[in-house]
Structure formats: C-alpha cells, structure tokens
C-alpha cells in the first residue's frame, strides 16, 4: 500500500536508508533534518506491508508541455527484498502517473549493476534507453558509476 509520507513515517524510512543494502545505492540522502519534506519538487509516498513502514516511492515532473513526463525513484527495507513488493509498489505509481496524473512517459534510472531493480522495473514494462557513463557518485562520494536510463510509455505498462 502507497499513503503520502508523514512525519510519523520519517524514523523508519531513515533507519532503511541507513541498511548497508540501501545506503549503497542512495548514500546520505536523510542528512537534511527536513528531508524528505525538503524537496518541493518531489512527491513521496510510504510503502506499507502489514501497516509497517518498508520503504519510499518518490515521483517528480517536468511540466514542460513539449517534455512532460515524470520520473520515478524508489528504495525498500531488505527484509523484504524478492518478494515482489517493489514490483507492486513502481506498477501503483506508474498507473497512478499514467492515469491520475495524464503522463505518456515515465523515466527511471537504476545503477547500471542493480541487476534486481531492472527486472523489477522490466516487468512493470520499463525498457532500457541507453547507459549513462559515470551517470551518479558513488555512496561514499568518491568516485562514479554507471546508470541506465529506463523509459515507459503508457502503452507499454504491464498490468
């Protein structure tokens, strides 16, 4: 289940960040005490199992009529990694974007080694655009990795 963050929510989302899993591939994103409320361009839901908090789906847009689309970024405990709940969680988002919010395109961009998440995201439909070299830094700020681009259209959304 997808509900919009609240402040109630901020601890437990904190304490998966810092899971070695997750800290690997979103670093220090949690240091501003206002985070995640401190980006007024992205949207951010609560990923709930069982009423617990066990993750974050986050959604942004660009408005631009000749660009509109909307990209899409999501992290989850790892206690509860492989059980489809990622799949569940960026499928609920993409029809949310597609049908509630009138995108034709989505975008996400996993590290290019995050073998996991791009199945995940290929089952939902999502299809590779292209490598980004040194797209991202790494966790610990020091060198770069890889992303690849990954694009939906609203036709290609698996139900």
């Known amino acids: 289940m997808l509900v919009p963050v609240i402040a109630e929510h901020v601890p437990d989302l904190r304490r998966i960040l810092r899971t070695p899993e997750v800290g690997l591939r979103w670093g220090a994103v949690d240091a501003s005490p206002e985070w995640p409320f401190d980006d007024p361009s992205t949207v951010c839901f609560a990923v709930l199992v069982d009423g617990e908090v066990r993750g974050m789906v986050?959604?942004?847009?660009?408005?631009?009529?000749?660009?509109?689309?909307?990209?899409?970024?999501?992290?989850?405990?790892?206690?509860?990694?492989?059980?489809?709940?990622?799949?569940?969680?960026?499928?609920?988002?993409?029809?949310?974007?597609?049908?509630?919010?009138?995108?034709?395109?989505?975008?996400?961009?996993?590290?290019?080694?995050?073998?996991?998440?791009?199945?995940?995201?290929?089952?939902?439909?999502?299809?590779?655009?292209?490598?980004?070299?040194r797209y991202e830094r790494d966790a610990d700020g020091r060198g770069w990795h890889d992303g690849l681009l990954m694009d939906l259209l609203a036709e290609d959304l698996a139900t």
Do not use: K, W
């Open 58 to 133: 986050q959604y942004g847009e660009a408005e631009d009529p000749m660009y509109r689309h909307a990209s899409v970024d999501i992290f989850l405990d790892p206690a509860v990694h492989g059980r489809g709940i990622g799949r569940d969680a960026v499928r609920t988002m993409a029809r949310y974007l597609v049908h509630e919010r009138g995108h034709h395109r989505l975008v996400i961009d996993p590290a290019a080694d995050n073998h996991a998440a791009i199945r995940c995201y290929e089952s939902v439909g999502f299809r590779p655009v292209g490598l980004m070299r």
